[in-house]
């Protein structure tokens, strides 16, 4: 395992690190609490520092995965790097489905930390993310009131960096974003970037470059087309939004996933296209640490196989970029 510096934040993490979407259950199928513990656990036997979670990581109501990750981080919170997020939660309707609301007004900054450390059982969050706001709604997201708010609890010692995740495609809100990320209000950007969604990389990693920003790499095994586990036909888990998929759409997306099988042979320690996939990610400069998810130990060591693997040389990263401009269409969502 390598470390890097998260930005100019003095914080140092994992390359690769562990998002627990799936450890509060929903999409991702049936969860074990205990085999989520020890998943964190077995993490950071392989020298995973960076645990992020949120409060919306649940299935119907919040919570789960915060509180899973609380618990299995007792007697071993300096051992990590850990990021939560505001603004996004879970609320059952009268048929007992889940409804995501968005709230990211300052009376829920305040009070969205407080509970999250409560049920973290810590004192304070390395980082606190703002959790993808929908783009194009008009008063759901004052940056300037957001991050006012944000900088106080940093004052205050409750967060040690100040983070923004982008909702889908980093262009959605770049042009409200990047004056803070210049000025150096924010500390470090989640982004989804993986090598069926290479967007960020004309539009923001040059300023991620220039302004020294942390940048964590989230979905870069885009929503599971590069893991090489299904076809078609699935098997997809009930509730996955790719078994909604016209056939003709998800083939489209695996035909280009498997334009990227020639890496396995290119790099000593990727043998598999999602290890291919995420060592792609971090092979770029820019990039902090990426965040694969898991629920069990099984899929951790599948995604942090390849960790110890020399970066991409540039001739297969510039080979890479040359796949992805052929495509008339590079949005994988939807």
Same mark, same amino acid.
């Given at each position: 395992?390598?470390?890097?510096?998260?930005?100019?934040?003095?914080?140092?993490?994992?390359?690769?690190?562990?998002?627990?979407?799936?450890?509060?259950?929903?999409?991702?199928?049936?969860?074990?609490?205990?085999?989520?513990?020890?998943?964190?656990?077995?993490?950071?036997?392989?020298?995973?520092?960076?645990?992020?979670?949120?409060?919306?990581? !649940?299935h119907?109501?919040?919570?789960?995965?915060?509180?899973?990750?609380?618990?299995?981080?007792?007697?071993r919170r300096?051992?990590?790097?850990?990021?939560?997020?505001?603004g996004?939660?879970?609320?059952?309707?009268?048929?007992?489905?889940?409804?995501?609301?968005?709230?990211?007004s300052?009376?829920?900054?305040?009070a969205?930390?407080?509970?999250?450390?409560?049920?973290?059982?810590?004192?304070?969050?390395?980082?606190?993310?703002?959790?993808?706001p929908?783009?194009?709604?008009?008063?759901?997201?004052?940056p300037?009131?957001?991050?006012?708010?944000?900088?106080?609890?940093?004052?205050?010692?409750?967060?040690?960096?100040?983070?923004?995740?982008?909702?889908?495609?980093s262009?959605?809100?770049?042009?409200?974003?990047?004056?803070?990320?210049?000025s150096?209000?924010?500390?470090?950007?989640?982004?989804?970037?993986?090598?069926?969604l290479p967007?960020?990389?004309?539009?923001?990693?040059?300023?991620?470059?220039?302004? !020294?920003t942390?940048?964590?790499?989230?979905?870069?095994?885009?929503?599971?087309?590069?893991?090489?586990?299904?076809?078609?036909?699935?098997?997809?888990?009930?509730?996955?939004?790719?078994?909604?998929?016209?056939?003709?759409?998800?083939?489209?997306?695996?035909?280009k996933?498997?334009?990227?099988?020639?890496?396995?042979?290119?790099?000593?320690?990727?043998?598999?296209?999602?290890e291919a996939?995420?060592?792609?990610?971090?092979?770029?400069?820019?990039?902090?640490t990426?965040?694969?998810g898991?629920?069990?130990?099984?899929e951790?060591?599948?995604?942090?196989?390849?960790?110890?693997?020399?970066?991409?040389?540039?001739?297969?990263?510039?080979?890479?970029?040359?796949?992805?401009?052929?495509?008339?269409?590079?949005?994988?969502?939807?």
């Amino acid at each position: 395992m390598r470390y890097k510096q998260l930005g100019k934040t003095g914080i140092k993490v994992s390359e690769y690190g562990l998002g627990t979407w799936a450890m509060g259950g929903g999409a991702y199928g049936i969860t074990d609490d205990e085999e989520s513990i020890r998943t964190i656990h077995r993490a950071q036997e392989q020298g995973v520092t960076l645990l992020d979670t949120a409060p919306m990581y !649940g299935h119907k109501v919040d919570g789960r995965s915060e509180t899973v990750c609380g618990r299995a981080l007792r007697g071993r919170r300096d051992k990590w790097i850990l990021s939560t997020k505001f603004g996004r939660s879970l609320t059952p309707d009268s048929n007992g489905k889940s409804t995501i609301v968005e709230d990211y007004s300052n009376k829920r900054i305040m009070a969205s930390t407080e509970t999250s450390l409560d049920r973290l059982q810590t004192d304070y969050l390395d980082v606190l993310f703002v959790h993808t706001p929908t783009p194009d709604q008009p008063g759901l997201f004052n940056p300037e009131e957001a991050f006012s708010t944000m900088a106080q609890l940093k004052t205050q010692g409750k967060i040690r960096a100040v983070g923004f995740s982008f909702h889908l495609y980093s262009g959605s809100w770049i042009e409200q974003i990047e004056p803070f990320l210049r000025s150096g209000v924010i500390d470090v950007v989640q982004v989804g970037i993986s090598l069926m969604l290479p967007e960020p990389i004309d539009n923001l990693l040059p300023i991620i470059k220039e302004t !020294g920003t942390g940048f964590v790499a989230r979905e870069s095994l885009a929503n599971g087309f590069l893991t090489d586990s299904f076809t078609i036909e699935g098997p997809f888990n009930a509730g996955d939004p790719k078994g909604n998929l016209p056939k003709e759409k998800i083939q489209e997306k695996l035909d280009k996933a498997n334009q990227f099988k020639f890496l396995l042979d290119l790099s000593p320690g990727i043998s598999s296209l999602p290890e291919a996939a995420l060592h792609w990610t971090v092979s770029m400069p820019e990039v902090s640490t990426v965040i694969p998810g898991a629920k069990n130990i099984e899929e951790l060591e599948q995604c942090i196989r390849g960790a110890d693997a020399e970066p991409f040389e540039q001739m297969t990263m510039n080979k890479i970029r040359d796949i992805q401009n052929t495509w008339g269409d590079w949005k994988i969502y939807g």
